[in-house]
């Protein structure tokens, strides 16, 4: 299994600031039929689903505000929130999706300083 | 966008059978091009894919192997809605299921909380 690992597992970060989150996977998740890697972000607040972010390692989900960004490529990405909003403390995941079974981060808390 | 909706009991004994339904809307369940899973949360375990069902002119499941001797997936195309079956639950079963649509995770149901105990 692909092994993900997040960190930190949790931040403080003031309003407006920039809050980053980091993912590492055991292997690579390159796609190359794609030219994708597969991996996703999501958030998660208390009594909901997690709501899918981003994919494809950079691409935003539909509605997801501009100040949502991924970047990284093959063992390291991140998940950058530029300036922090009040309605962005919330758990964060990470999640591969180029082999079997389907592996998530252990997840990272975000919360306001 | 498709949305899914969730149902099935929360709390049972233990040895028997967690049965879970998500019903599609916004899309077909026999769609070729998607795949609909289920996936559990806990605090021990975090989150945990139990595996997947898809139709590709036939149809298909995997199976996480920490739970496949007592998984079934099911499809039902007249009620555009798949379905699970957990047999011999535990309380190490005991989590917030979830069905969700994709391979990245594009859509979730609501969670069903699953509380196994005597």
């Known amino acids: 299994d692909i092994v993900m690992t997040q960190s930190p597992d949790s931040l403080a970060v003031s309003l407006g600031e920039t809050a980053t989150v980091n993912c590492k996977t055991s292997?690579?998740?390159?796609?190359?039929?794609?030219?994708?890697?597969?991996l996703a972000w999501y958030q998660q607040k208390p009594g909901q689903p997690p709501k899918l972010l981003i994919y494809?390692?950079?691409k935003r989900g539909s509605g997801v505000p501009a100040r949502f960004s991924g970047s990284g490529a093959g063992t390291d990405f991140t998940l950058t929130i530029s300036g922090l909003q009040a309605e962005d403390v919330a758990h964060y995941y990470c999640?591969?999706?180029?082999?079997?079974?389907?592996?998530f981060g252990g997840g990272t808390k975000v919360e306001i300083k | 966008q498709e949305q899914l909706q969730q149902s099935g009991p929360g709390l049972l004994r233990p040895s028997q059978t967690l049965s879970l339904t998500c019903a599609i809307s916004?899309?077909?369940?026999?769609?070729?091009?998607?795949?609909w899973n289920w996936i559990r949360q806990s605090p021990s375990r975090g989150l945990e894919w139990l595996g997947r069902?898809?139709?590709?002119?036939?149809?298909?499941?995997d199976y996480a192997e920490s739970v496949k001797s007592r998984l079934t997936f099911t499809a039902d195309t007249s009620k555009n809605q798949f379905s699970l079956q957990l047999n011999s639950v535990t309380p190490e079963d005991t989590a917030v299921y979830y069905c969700?649509?994709?391979?990245?995770?594009?859509?979730w149901g609501q969670g069903t909380p699953v509380t196994v105990s005597s």
């Open positions: 969700a649509g994709g391979w990245a995770l594009f859509s």
């Open positions: 916004g899309d077909s369940v026999s769609s070729n091009s998607a795949a």
């Open positions: 069902i898809y139709y590709r002119a036939e149809w298909s499941t």
């Open positions: 292997q690579s998740v390159f796609y190359s039929p794609d030219n994708k890697d597969s």
């Open positions: 494809g390692a950079s």
């Open positions: 999640q591969q999706y180029y082999r079997l079974p389907l592996t």
